[in-house]
């Protein structure tokens, strides 16, 4: 009964194959040749386009065969002749001829399927054999899709629109404490009053607990992101972040207060890697760069979000309020947005993966080829669905070592100047004979930052991004010694000097960090095998918080100890040799699919 069932099924996949190998499909990527078995003496008789059969089951992980066959796979189907006899007889017949299935990849990484009919040596009719092709056929990409080269970018961007409107929405407690400590420490308010020694704790300066909070989420991120994705670890981060700023919105004492602001840094280090993730994963080669290059200008709007709003003269729970309500669009609509590709591939979900690809890429794009590349690389990582998983992959060679190039970009970012620049701006443009008032000048260098981040959203799918880093860091090296000369040479009493120049120097540092922060976003998600990317991001967001955290903290020692024109000594130091470690190591990525850049990258 099970072998006459599983015959059936045989007959029914051959006569499925059979189908695609005799019409005419569009798609560019595979052929079929339909043969007559040698032992009938038949010419080849024509030549056909066809497309991938279409899987009636969802893919699922075998504990002996993998999680995918390998991509050299060979599905065998018996002819109708074959099949029919063969539901009376489970041994094979000699001379019986067969269709054969399968994959090649060429050194190009580009999947062809082909399809022959002639003779060939298999044990079929039997059990075994039946379930092994069955489960083979399990992988294959369903249906057609369209035949343009070009994908709609109408989805694209709407959705990146909506994940950076979330990561503009968690940005926001970054500098909620620069409009509201007023009012903490107002003596005379009716509301929550703040001591001096609570004050650091909120987020002055120095400590902030969003610092704290930041970490903490890191860590939490690295044991999401690789069982439940991208997606669903934004969903877990976007509703915390709206818990927290109602808990400020109704806190009534202080540890009240502290707690929500570390809730407020643990779902910053949820959503906001997480959302870099999702976009690099989703978004085409060709403007993928754009894509990251937008949440980094939102993030940089959300940082001065609180000083625009605190101009409105609202109290902090009027702003706690406000920042908890900009929450829940981004909360609801990324919950019906699907999961990514790539994610959904490495955990053996095809179709699934299928319709995510065509629901960012358009009905009218071929998508099968993509996805091809994405189940071949897949399978060849192997199993990767869990941290551990996912961390052993690290240790390839070729993975190792773009880890630890991007973990000390990351790393020495804050020691080029930007962490304490946005933290102690007013300090350091505090020089004599400034042309400009300090907050007039502090607001002027945000906005040149942002302006640097729309510089790199209209140049970064059209320049190098191993041009644009060693660039920039050279222009902020040199700008760096500015400021240093400036005040280290030159008489700031004489009033000859030119008073301009710590303002310009600064200015200039601003917009080359607005273009390089992106491309160091877009970077960790290239270069990051799509293995274990998971969990290498939040790693990295947590050293890279730590050397920030310790990089503000130590300011005013360094201060003492080397004073400033030592302080942008190690700026110009730090960017030149970043400039140069980019030029030996940072391979180019503008215009390669994510496959393609690992293939080149980590074998």
């Given at each position: 009964m099970v072998c006459n069932e599983t015959q059936s099924q045989a007959g029914r996949d051959r006569d499925s194959i059979l189908g695609h190998c005799g019409a005419r499909q569009d798609s560019r990527n595979a052929r079929c040749l339909s043969h007559k078995s040698p032992g009938e003496g038949r010419e080849v008789e024509d030549v056909h386009e066809a497309s991938l059969p279409r899987s009636s089951d969802s893919a699922r992980r075998d504990d002996n065969n993998g999680l995918f066959p390998s991509h050299n796979t060979t599905q065998e189907v018996q002819n109708p002749d074959s099949v029919s006899e063969g539901l009376n007889s489970t041994q094979p017949k000699e001379n019986a001829g067969t269709e054969v299935v399968h994959f090649e990849q060429n050194a190009h990484c580009t999947p062809s399927l082909s399809c022959e009919v002639g003779d060939a040596d298999r044990h079929a009719g039997t059990q075994e054999d039946d379930f092994k092709n069955e489960q083979s056929a399990n992988i294959t990409v369903e249906g057609t899709t369209g035949t343009h080269d070009k994908p709609a970018y109408f989805v694209q961007t709407m959705v990146t629109l909506l994940m950076a409107w979330g990561v503009l929405a968690v940005s926001t407690p970054m500098s909620f404490p620069g409009v509201t400590l007023?009012?903490?420490?107002?003596?005379?308010?009716?509301?929550?009053?703040?001591?001096s020694q609570s004050l650091s704790l909120l987020g002055e300066a120095k400590i902030s607990m969003v610092e704290a909070g930041t970490m903490v989420g890191s860590l939490v991120a690295g044991q999401l992101l690789a069982p439940l994705g991208a997606r669903v670890t934004i969903l877990i981060g976007l509703p915390l972040a709206m818990v927290s700023w109602l808990g400020l919105f109704y806190s009534s004492q202080l540890w009240i207060l502290l707690t929500c602001r570390i809730l407020q840094g643990c779902a910053f280090a949820l959503?906001?890697?997480?959302?870099?993730?999702?976009?690099?994963e989703v978004a085409h080669e060709s403007l993928r760069g754009r894509i990251v290059g937008v949440v980094g200008i939102t993030k940089e709007v959300?940082?001065?979000s609180s000083y625009l709003l605190g101009g409105l003269m609202l109290t902090w729970r009027q702003l706690s309020f406000i920042f908890a309500c900009i929450l829940v669009p981004p909360?609801?609509?990324?919950f019906f947005l699907p999961n990514s590709p790539r994610w959904l591939t490495n955990h053996g979900r095809i179709p699934e993966a299928r319709r995510s690809l065509v629901f960012f890429r358009g009905r009218h794009y071929d998508?099968?080829?993509e996805l091809r590349e994405v189940i071949r690389q897949a399978n060849e990582a192997g199993s990767n669905t869990s941290t551990r998983q996912q961390l052993k992959l690290l240790l390839r060679p070729g993975t190792l070592k773009m880890f630890l190039f991007v973990l000390f970009m990351f790393i020495a970012y804050p020691l080029q100047g930007i962490a304490i620049l946005s933290n102690y701006m007013m300090i350091i443009l505090d020089t004599p004979g400034m042309p400009l008032d300090l907050s007039l000048s502090s607001f002027l260098c945000g906005i040149v930052k942002m302006a640097g981040g729309i510089t790199n959203f209209i140049i970064s799918d059209y320049i190098g991004r191993v041009s644009i880093m060693v660039v920039t860091l050279n222009f902020m090296a040199v700008s760096a010694f500015a400021y240093a000369y400036y005040i280290y040479f030159l008489d700031l009493n004489s009033p000859n000097t030119a008073t301009w120049i710590p303002l310009a120097s600064v200015i200039t540092l601003?917009?080359?960090a607005g273009i390089c922060g992106p491309i160091l976003d877009v970077m960790q998600g290239e270069l990051l095998p799509n293995s274990c990317r998971a969990a290498t991001?939040?790693?990295i967001t947590l050293l890279n918080g730590l050397c920030v955290f310790g990089t503000v903290s130590s300011f005013y020692y360094l201060l003492e100890l080397i004073n400033m024109a030592g302080i942008f000594g190690i700026f110009i130091t730090v960017n030149i040799i970043m400039a140069l470690v980019c030029m030996l190591v940072m391979p180019e990525t503008r215009g390669m699919s994510l496959e393609a850049i690992s293939d080149a990258v980590h074998s």
């Open positions: 007023p009012q903490f420490t107002d003596p005379d308010t009716d509301d929550l009053h703040l001591e959503v906001k890697p997480s959302t870099i993730m999702y976009l690099v959300g940082f001065f909360a609801i609509a990324v998508v099968e080829a601003q917009f080359h991001m939040p790693i």
